[in-house]
């Protein structure tokens, strides 16, 4: 079946430092990625859709200067939270739309998440 | 505009009894309807779709959900269930007419009572 991999796992960082989250479609290619962050005991909340070749399209009140995004491959997009504070401690979850033919036609993946504790 | 809604915060089952985790929805257009499951500090796993076809759908681990048009529901099910099913399960929703996002209930949290 279709594989979303994370990395890193978890992270911890200082205040004010930048946190670069990869996430990959491991069997498939992805022309768009999301990127979701979730609360404790939350649903998920979409942040943006990373399209491949251009630039993210961010839900409302979502910083696009704090939270960048790069599709740099139709396997591969990267989420950087810059200038990270406490408050952008989160959990946060990659999936990728499976659009190739069979069972996986059009599921969406997802990750395994990234854990950021910011100090 | 699309929206999910899981009624139940909480389900609590006992061992072998079949559960039930309630999914109702709102969409313009015919839907598209995913469960999917969350164990603690992990990722989101898919557990079954309806795009189209049978009402019935079975999925992994022994689970299944009933599509209902007239009462726009997506119930899942199982019938007999396991202390590992304790986990949280959100119901996901769009449209089949346009490439939005997916939508998400606010999440059932399944605790199974060996």
């Known amino acids: 079946g279709a594989v979303v991999s994370q990395h890193p796992s978890w992270v911890i960082c200082k205040s004010g430092t930048s946190v670069k989250i990869e996430c990959r479609s491991l069997?498939?290619?992805?022309?768009?990625m999301f990127w979701y962050r979730q609360f404790p005991k939350q649903s998920l909340m979409l942040m943006a859709t990373?399209?491949?070749?251009?630039?993210?399209?961010?839900e409302q009140g979502v910083e696009k200067d704090k939270f960048l995004i790069n599709h740099a491959s139709l396997t591969l997009s990267t989420l950087t939270v810059t200038s990270a504070h406490p408050e952008d401690s989160s959990f946060y979850i990659c999936?990728?739309?499976?659009?190739?033919?069979?069972?996986?036609?059009?599921?969406?993946?997802f990750g395994p998440g990234t854990r950021l504790t910011v100090l | 505009a699309q929206s999910v809604a899981q009624p139940e915060d909480q389900v609590n089952v006992a061992e072998g009894n079949p559960l039930t985790v309630k999914c109702t929805y709102s969409?313009?257009?015919?839907?598209?309807l995913f469960w999917y499951v969350q164990y603690p500090n992990r990722g989101l796993q898919f557990l079954l779709k309806?795009?189209?076809?049978?009402?019935l759908v079975k999925g992994s681990y022994g689970f299944e959900a009933e599509f209902n048009k007239s009462q726009t529901s997506f119930h899942l099910k199982k019938p007999s269930a396991l202390v590992s099913d304790s986990a949280l399960y959100f119901c996901?929703?769009?449209?089949?007419?346009?490439?939005?996002?997916?939508?998400f209930g606010s999440g059932t949290q399944l605790t199974v009572l060996p």
């Open positions: 996901a929703v769009r449209s089949s007419g346009s490439a939005r996002q997916l939508t």
């Open positions: 309806y795009i189209t076809g049978d009402n």
């Open positions: 990373s399209n491949e070749g251009s630039k993210a399209t961010y």
């Open positions: 969409v313009s257009g015919n839907p598209y």
């Open positions: 999936s990728a739309r499976d659009l190739t033919s069979g069972s996986s036609y059009d599921t969406q993946y």
């Open positions: 069997d498939f290619q992805a022309t768009t």
